[in-house]
Each structure stands twice: as C-alpha cells, then as structure tokens.
C-alpha cells in the first residue's frame, strides 16, 4: 500500500496545490496503462533542454507530456502543438496551463474553426522555441509534425529540432512511444497499453558552436543557408535515430531489420519503473 502511495503523491514542488492536485488527477491513466523505462534520464536540475518524442495518436499528446511532467517534479514543458488542439473543450484549457507554443500553419476545414486561427502569422516557430529555450523553459516536440498510425516506420523528422538545438546550445531528450498492441498486433490503438523509454540526453555544444559562428558570419549572405540547413538535418536525423530505436519503428526510408533493443536503450525488467 505504501508504495502505490508512494506514487500517486510523489512530492510536486514546482506547482501550487491545486495544480498539484490536477496533476495527480491526469497522471491516474498513466498509472494504469503505461509503463516506463529510463526515467533516470530526465533531468533533475532543472536546467532547460528539448523533449523529443515520436507520435501515433492523439491521446499520447496528453498522457505522456503528464507523465514527464509529473516526473520531472511538475516543471512545466512548453509542447510546440497544433493550434487545433487549444481549441478543443477541455484539452485546450489543459494545454494552455503549459504555456505552449502553437503552431498555425495547418487550415481547419471547419469554417467556424479556421475564423480563429487569428495568430496566423506569430513568427518563426523555431524562433519562438528558441526564446522559450534561452528564457530557461524547456520545451517539447513531436518532431515527425503529424500523428503517424505505421506501426513499422516513423515519419521523416522535421529540421526544424535540429536548428532549435543548434540556435541555442541544448540538449535533446529522445522519448520513444510504443505500444503493446504494436509489437503483438502490427498495429497502433487509439487507447492501449503504452511503454514510454527515456532515452539519455544527445548533446550537439560542438555543432551549435559551428552553426553560429556560421549564422554570425552568414547575416547578410543568403548562400549559407544551404549550410545551415545541413547541419540542421544531420542533427535532426541523429534524433530520428534514437527515437527509431526508441520506439521500436524503423527511420523513415530505411530496410534495416525491425529494431532489436540493445541493453542499453532498455535495461532487464528490474529496472521497470512502474509509473
């Protein structure tokens, strides 16, 4: 009984009580369905860095923010999201507590819902996580951009993580979403059993020391971008790397053989959290 207490009121200094106690409250599904592996890889001192994770559907964008976050002592993460979801009854008013940054690129094709899309034209997306990173807030990326329901691969990763990573120096943490229904079924659920694996943080100081020496020199020369853009990708495609093994999928465009988890992506059974 203990240790079930233990868990369910695992002190959470960085909010108030009552945000403490809506936490608790969102965390109950994660107690049941979802399992964790590497939860000493998060970071607990409190200095700023990108979540990375994969993504399958749609209620993951809750319950796994909530797990983190619950971990992590209640420090909020801003998630960069479709402006979509801030609609949403509910969900949005739970997204909206993280301070997010939204994304408004995407048109509803619902008319009454596209008339909101007000903040079309809020800037830069990377600069805008750029800021949150240097003003000390983490921040947390679906970097494939969409939901995507293969049960095999993942989706080509964005660049734009790879030039938020540069820009500001911080580190990565890979967070790899997978199911138990994928491995036994082939196929992703709209609710079910998650593993969730924390990867260990992917440092790029030497490349970020480069690509802004490079963005310094380059301000008034467009014919740099090409580099920059480079150098972005690779960053992006070692974080596709991780979280391919991670999660379990395969990186887009690849025939390697189906991911084989090495001892040190996923420790033996003793080292189960059980969230």
């Known amino acids: 009984m203990t240790k079930y207490a233990d868990r369910i009121f695992k002190p959470l200094p960085?909010?108030?009580?009552?945000?403490?106690?809506?936490?608790?409250?969102?965390?109950?599904?994660n107690f049941f369905l979802t399992r964790a592996y590497g939860l000493e890889?998060?970071?607990d001192e409190g200095s700023t860095c990108i979540y990375a994770f994969n993504h399958n559907n749609s209620i993951e964008v809750l319950m796994v923010p909530v797990l983190i976050i619950y971990h992590l002592g209640g420090r909020m993460i801003s998630f960069v999201i479709d402006w979509m979801y801030g609609k949403v009854p509910i969900l949005g008013f739970l997204m909206d507590m993280t301070?997010?940054?939204?994304v408004y690129n995407k048109r509803s094709p619902l008319r009454w819902l596209e008339a909101q899309r007000k903040n079309r034209h809020a800037g830069s997306t990377v600069e805008r996580c750029a800021e949150k990173l240097r003003s000390?807030?983490?921040?947390?990326?679906?970097?494939?951009?969409?939901r995507n329901r293969s049960a095999e691969y993942l989706l080509q990763g964005k660049p734009g993580i790879g030039h938020i990573a540069l820009k500001t120096g911080?580190?990565?943490?890979?967070?790899?979403?997978d199911f138990e229904c994928r491995r036994r079924k082939g196929r992703i659920p709209v609710l079910g059993r998650t593993i969730v694996r924390i990867g260990k943080p992917?440092?790029?100081?030497?490349?970020?020391?480069?690509?802004?020496?490079?963005?310094?020199d380059s301000s008034c020369k467009s014919d740099y971008s090409s580099e920059l853009n480079r150098m972005a990708a690779d960053v992006t495609a070692e974080i596709m790397l991780s979280l391919a093994e991670l999660s379990?999928?395969?990186?887009?465009?690849?025939?390697?053989?189906?991911?084989?988890?090495?001892?040190?992506?996923?420790k033996p059974k003793e080292h189960l959290c059980q969230v």
């Open 14 to 29: 960085f909010l108030p009580f009552g945000r403490a106690f809506l936490l608790r409250l969102l965390m109950l599904p």
């Open 41 to 43: 890889n998060l970071d």
């Open 99 to 102: 301070n997010p940054v939204y």
């Open 136 to 146: 000390g807030q983490s921040i947390g990326i679906f970097p494939e951009g969409t």
């Open 170 to 177: 911080s580190s990565v943490v890979p967070v790899g979403i």
């Open 202 to 216: 992917l440092n790029f100081r030497d490349q970020s020391e480069k690509y802004l020496a490079l963005l310094a």
């Open 248 to 266: 379990g999928k395969r990186e887009s465009g690849t025939c390697a053989e189906k991911i084989t988890f090495s001892s040190t992506t996923i």
